[in-house]
């Protein structure tokens, strides 16, 4: 099986739309497909819809990636499952949503300061419905000449965290994300906690903290962890074993805003599984084919 379990579509920062992903998911050979949008689940009923019509056997899980920071520091949380409608967590993530269009008009500002010629018009018009954030802030930097590629304007320099154009927004706290997840049914994944180009990363010794919180994983395999030395991979791995954490990998898919492409890692079906028996928030959505074998 061939399981990728982070992607996103035109309800937040990807390219595609929640069809169009699936569809996509289902060409590259894929599984299984989770989508996991910026901080809502806007895309899901799309993406559903468009799976009932395909006659392969792709199973979609429903989930989001949560904003969240840790000391200061911003985090992602992969949520995999959860109840949508679950009162506590939709009024968090509708608070963090809502802080999105503030947040990067005062980034579109700062750049502006630093003498790029961006405008909130051309921002906003590469979000469209989407959840507008720093990848479309990142695409009109491209479009402009200012960087070559989205991956670029994640630097220091520019929209990086603590860059010279970054604004914080509204952000859970790591902790209460995992219980809210939790109490909505859902399981936890710790995002690419390895990504150093973003930006400053919490301290692996915070991990343990998390773990003990009731996170349920990390995201090992991932594009921007392909970049890191053996040995640090093989201290995430070990980290994770010691402390019960699952091991997930995922392409992180944005379509075309990124050259990170459907599959190019994926997750053991042992630990797809293990994450299904513990969601009881909802469950994976299967393709008309049914599930493959």
């Known amino acids: 099986m061939r399981i990728d379990l982070h992607t996103h579509s035109t309800a937040s920062d990807g390219t ?45 899980v429903t989930g989001a990636e949560l904003s969240c920071r840790l000391d200061g520091t911003p985090l992602h949380m992969l949520a995999y499952l959860f109840d949508a409608e679950d009162p506590e967590l939709l009024r968090e993530r509708e608070l963090v949503r809502d802080d999105r269009v503030p947040r990067a008009r005062g980034m579109v500002g700062k750049l502006q300061e630093l003498g790029v010629p961006v405008t909130w018009e051309q921002v906003a018009r590469i979000a469209g419905d989407g959840s507008v954030g720093r990848p479309h802030i990142a695409e009109a930097l491209v479009d402009l000449g200012v960087v070559r590629s989205v991956s670029d ?8 965290n603590d860059g010279r154009a ?21 399981v936890t994944v710790f995002a690419h906690p390895l990504a150093v180009k973003r930006g400053a990363c919490v301290p692996e010794s915070a991990i343990a903290e998390l773990a003990a919180a009731g996170l349920d994983g990390i995201e090992v395999a991932h594009p921007e962890h392909a970049a890191l030395d053996q040995a640090t991979r093989t201290r995430l791995h070990g980290l994770a074993a010691d402390l019960g954490l699952l091991v997930t990998g995922s392409s992180d898919y944005h379509g075309s805003r990124k050259t990170c492409v459907l599959g190019e890692f994926t997750t053991d079906p042992e630990i797809y599984g293990e994450i299904t028996r513990r969601a009881t928030g909802a469950f994976p959505v299967p393709g008309a084919g049914g599930a493959r074998s």
């Open 166 to 186: 970054y604004v914080e927004k509204h952000e859970l706290d790591t902790f209460e994300a995992i219980r809210l997840v939790k109490a909505a049914g859902g």
């Open 153 to 160: 304007a994640f630097t220091p320099e520019w929209i990086a």
């Open 16 to 60: 595609d739309s929640p069809a169009e992903l699936v569809r996509n998911a289902a060409a590259a050979g894929l599984d299984v497909v989770a989508l996991t949008d910026h901080d809502t689940t806007r895309g899901h009923a799309e993406a559903a819809a468009a799976l009932s019509e395909l006659s392969t056997g792709l199973t979609l």
